[in-house]
T-cell receptor
Framework: GAGVSQSPSNKVTEKGKDVELRCDPI?????LYWYRQSLGQGLEFLIY????????KSGLPSDRFSAERTGGSVSTLTIQRTQQEDSAVYLC????????????????FGPGTRLTVL | AQTVTQSQPEMSVQEAETVTLSCTYD???????LFWYKQPPSRQMILVIR??????QNATENRFSVNFQKAAKSFSLKISDSQLGDAAMYFC?????????????FGGGTRLMVKP
């Protein structure tokens, strides 16, 4: 089936504007993750959704960042009042979580959204 | 908190040769998982290989193998018979076996160049 998809592929915005980034996980995957990759660096965890449980928001860098997941499928990451330091690639991943220890679960990544804040 | 360190920002290898990418990590946990991901210019992260900490045997996937040294907290990736398509960023990642710790912690990455 289709992999994880993200839209838009690229987004250029002006400082102070709000942006929404979308992630469509693999069908049937119950877990969804957002990561941020700043230029030339590794990935930084932002937020994690698992089924109907409360999301793990421990990685969100500020209260300007929020995310929701509707119907246990599509997720939207919203950044309010964007700043230049928000410029990065935002990657989404999903996993099946079969009941194995969760660490055994493979995360499948989307192609990311490159956000540029002018 | 766990940390992952990749000390080689860039590596270069001749086509058909072997290259080893280094990764060290710091954790107080005894049970965890380690991963190597490849990120080509398309940006999509692709899982290369995975190692369970409780397994002594090193994982192998075709031309890719790891050298897992638990006591030294080292997890290097060996690529044999390097191909042009192996050129990419490679990221080492750690994941707790504790169900509360589902996120991956990544190293800073190593850019691998393959010379024809």
């Amino acid at each position: 089936g289709a992999g994880v998809s993200q839209s838009p592929s690229n987004k250029v915005t002006e400082k102070g504007k709000d942006v929404e980034l979308r992630c469509d996980p693999i069908s049937g995957h119950t877990a969804l993750y957002w990561y941020r990759q700043s230029l030339g660096q590794g990935l930084e965890f932002l937020i994690y959704f698992q089924g109907n449980s409360a999301p793990d928001k421990s990685g969100l860098p500020s209260d300007r960042f929020s995310a929701e997941r509707t119907g246990g499928s599509v997720s939207t990451l919203t950044i309010q009042r964007t700043q230049q330091e928000d410029s990065a690639v935002y990657l989404c991943a999903s996993s099946l979580l079969t009941g194995l220890p969760s660490g055994a679960d493979t995360q499948y990544f989307g192609p990311g959204t490159r956000l540029t804040v002018l | 908190a766990q940390t992952v360190t990749q000390s080689q920002p860039e590596m270069s290898v001749q086509e058909a040769e072997t290259v080893t990418l280094s990764c060290t990590y710091d954790t107080s946990e005894s049970d965890y998982y380690l991963f190597w991901y490849k990120q080509p210019p398309s940006r999509q992260m692709i899982l290369v290989i995975r190692q369970e900490a409780y397994k002594q045997q090193n994982a192998t996937e075709n031309r890719f193998s790891v050298n897992f040294q638990k006591a030294a907290k080292s997890f290097s990736l060996k690529i044999s018979d390097s191909q042009l398509g192996d050129a990419a960023m490679y990221f080492c990642a750690y994941r707790s076996a504790n169900n509360a710790g589902n996120m991956l912690t990544f190293g800073g990455g190593t850019r691998l160049m393959v010379k024809p």
